[in-house]
């Protein structure tokens, strides 16, 4: 996979390369990333690529012409090119489009700064506009590294072991369990005792049980998206009784 990201500063998204999965995933050739600077594209004699918002206003917009040739440059002789622009005003990004977008062979990311990027270079020159949350920050480099960081650990080879990311929060549309390590007692609590008999099948539906749990009580908009077995409901019922909790019909409930 390619990854290519358009930015006025390089050097944010540049540091990934320097740590954890993705400095690894780099490092083995697993992925392959580069940067370039609509500023270099700029025919401006300063290299500008913002100018004054049509209608007045706050605030600079970003230029039509430096982004496009950048766009243009990072998708030239790649076949399969997807352009995406992080935008506040984009589509939520969510684990379905980390299965999707991580068999794209090469994705180009526009980070945009100012007020934003002119209307129609976003009509033009990108498929499409993703959100990271709604809220909003300076520029779309930090959310163009968390698509990054998300999607890395989904390519062959890139974690540890393998049902890493399989096993991940969101992945089955539910959250992840909880986990521990040693010691066993810390701070006067302990280690669920399930965890600690050995009996991987047992291991297993607790930790299925916790994620729905987990699912209804902290995400009930995640929840309402699930059609759930006979047999995910009573593990539900059973991770509410526990906690001494009823449990209201839902559109997740059947």
Known sequence: MRIQIITLFPEMV????????????LENNLVEMCVLNPSDF???????????????????????EPLQKAIRQAIKGEKNSHVVCLSAQGKLFGQEDVTRLVNCPNLVLVAGRYEGIDERLIEAETDEELSVGDFVVSGGELPAM??????????????????????????????????????????GRTVPEVLLKGNHQAIERWRRK???????????????RLSLTDEQLAMLDEYLQELGVSRKQGKGES
């Open 210 to 224: 916790q994620s729905l749990g987990r699912t209804y009580l902290r995400r009930p908009d995640l929840f309402a």
């Open 42 to 64: 700029s025919t401006d004699l300063h290299g500008r690529v913002d100018d004054r918002p049509y209608g007045g206003g706050p605030g600079m917009v970003m230029k039509f």
């Open 146 to 187: 968390l698509l990054i960081d998300a999607l890395v650990r989904h390519l062959p080879g890139v974690l540890g072991h393998e049902e890493s990311a399989k096993q991940d929060s969101f992945v089955d549309g539910l959250l992840d369990c909880p986990h521990y390590t040693r010691p066993g007692r810390v701070a």
């Open 14 to 25: 540049q540091v990934l390369a320097r740590f954890g999965v993705i400095g690894r995933a």
